[in-house]
Structures are given as structure tokens and as C-alpha cells.
């Protein structure tokens, strides 16, 4: 098992808007995630991915909790873009985790986002019908694997490929995830110089076509980054974008 220093707690504020016009029936597919945060192996830095995959038969366990405030809300266009109500006042997730290395290059993992709470108005500004309430649940399973290309010991900066594999265990309902499944690929560059660490991530997610009124939800892309200073064993101050 790979030591754990220290805990990490994270709160994230996320916002996606969906242009309406006022008082129209609202098509909503809500089978799509809004979930945009993965707690990273021990190699990672939060949410950023590793570049590094630890010895042979190391293994990791890792869990995160958070609460968002308006992860989807309706906007009136009107040449400027205002605020009128949220699709989802509030939402509490989890995500429980395990990778595993199985050579000194590659490593398996595997993710569970949990759904523990999202909560709206029954009736919303702009939306001619009452809502439906939102169900927890879990989220899509994700399965993936990650491959250490370079290490710094061979170049300047470490280098590693992954991919994941979302699993529709969520059955595509209440914004929990997508059908019938996505992959995400992406490239982590990183570099340990004393006690200061910075990772890159870049990457591109391949999903289903969904459209939320005038907002259309389709393949992304991504880039991350990551830096943190150990200021004493075990303990490190972070910094995501």
C-alpha cells in the first residue's frame, strides 16, 4: 500500500448554463454528467493525473466527498446573459477509488461516484412545467489504466498515456451520467524538483451528442494543472486550475 501523509478536503464551485427562453416546455434529456471532478491515484495531485506510476503490486485507496451550489442553471437571453433559476439548486457527491500497479509502468484503477443529494425547485422561472425531483444514486463506474511512457530519470520530466472508461452503471437518469458509455485519453507531463511538484494534464473525452435547450453537450476537451510545495514530511500545499 502506498503511505497516505496526509488528507486532502476539497469544496468546488461548478457552474454549466443552459440558454431558455422565458416559459417554454423544457426538454430535458439529464443524461449527461455533470461531474467533472476525479480524485487522482497517489501519484496525482488532486484532480490532476500522474505522471508517475509507483513499483510493482503498490496500490492505492482513495475517497473524496464535495459540495457544488448551482451546477446547472437556466439564463433568459437578452443580450446580456442573466441568471434566472437552477435545474439543480445543490448537489453532495463521493467517489470512492483503487489503482493498483501491476508492472513498474502500468497501472490499473478503478473509480464509483456516488450521487448523494441534488435538490431543485419544483417550479422554475422560464420553465412552463413543474420540474421532476432529482434521485441519488451512483454515477457511471469508471475503469482505466495509465502508462508510464518517461521518467524523469530517463528525461528532464516525467511522461504517462491513460485512458478511462465510464460504464453506464447510472441507467443515464437525473444527471448522474452518460449512455450508453464515454472514454477519456490524455497525456500527463510532470516534474519533482526538491519539494516543489508540478503535473500537466491534457486530454479529450469522447461522449454521446445530448442537448439541454439551447446548451449542447458533446465530446471536451481538457487541460489541467497542478502544483505543490512540501513544506514539511508528509504535507503539501496545493494549487489546481
Known sequence: MTPAGAGLVVFSIACASAMTAVAQPLIEPADVSLERWTLASDAGLGAVDGAQVAERGSWDVGAWLGAVDDPLTLVERDGIHQRVAALIDSRVAAELSYARSMTDRLELRVGLPLMLRQRRPRM??????????LSAGLGDLRVGARFALLTQQEARVDVAVGLDLSLPTSGGEDYRGTQPLSARTFVAVGQTLGGWRWLVNAGWTAKPRSQLARLRLDDELELRAAASWRFVDGWR????S
Open 124 to 133: 422554475v422561472e422560464g420553465v412552463a412545467e413543474p420540474l421532476s425531483p
Open 237 to 240: 500545499l496545493l494549487a489546481q
